[in-house]
């Protein structure tokens, strides 16, 4: 965590060819755009729309989306609690197979700057993920002890 001024920021662990913390499937509106440095100059490319077709502590895929590896991004992911603001980087440009629906062209970004506000409600989204898993989970083992009670019988 590093402080500048009032805001403090969180940079995001490293990318490595093994995920830690587990995606989540979705569906939510991201705004976007591209930034780079050119000749000292900052250069921004135009701000974009598109979905997050999974997201995680440390990134999101970006449907539909074609930038090369490498490329930074400043993103807004709308969450209902509100919007997360983040920097990232294009880490790859393949296609994401969903668990259900079709293959989707689009771009992994992995997130290199987060904001403390930001990063708490994103982390808050991603704990109701796993809690609504558990609950599912809970509901699924008592309807498996109903069935075999009912079979018992």
């Known amino acids: 965590m590093l402080s500048a001024g ?3 920021i969180d940079i995001a662990a490293p990318a490595s060819s093994e995920r830690r913390l ?8 991201v705004r976007f755009q591209r930034f780079q440095i050119v000749d000292g100059q900052l250069v921004l490319g135009g701000i974009q729309s598109t ?8 990134g999101l895929f970006l449907a539909g989306v074609d930038l090369p590896v490498g490329s930074r991004v400043h993103v ?15 880490v790859h440009d393949r296609a994401h197979q969903p668990a259900i629906g079709p293959v989707v062209d689009g771009v992994g970004v992995r997130l290199t700057i987060v904001g403390a506000r930001d990063r708490a409600r994103l982390d808050a989204f991603l704990d109701e993920r796993v809690e609504i898993k558990n609950v599912a989970a809970r509901a699924a083992d008592a309807r498996r002890r109903a069935s075999e009670r009912l079979v018992l019988r």
């Open 76 to 90: 807004y992911l709308m969450l209902e609690a509100g919007p997360v603001e983040a920097f990232g980087e294009v």
């Open 51 to 58: 979905v997050a077709r999974d997201v995680s502590a440390q």
């Open 6 to 8: 009032r805001m403090q």
């Open 22 to 29: 587990p995606r989540w499937p979705s569906r939510l509106p």
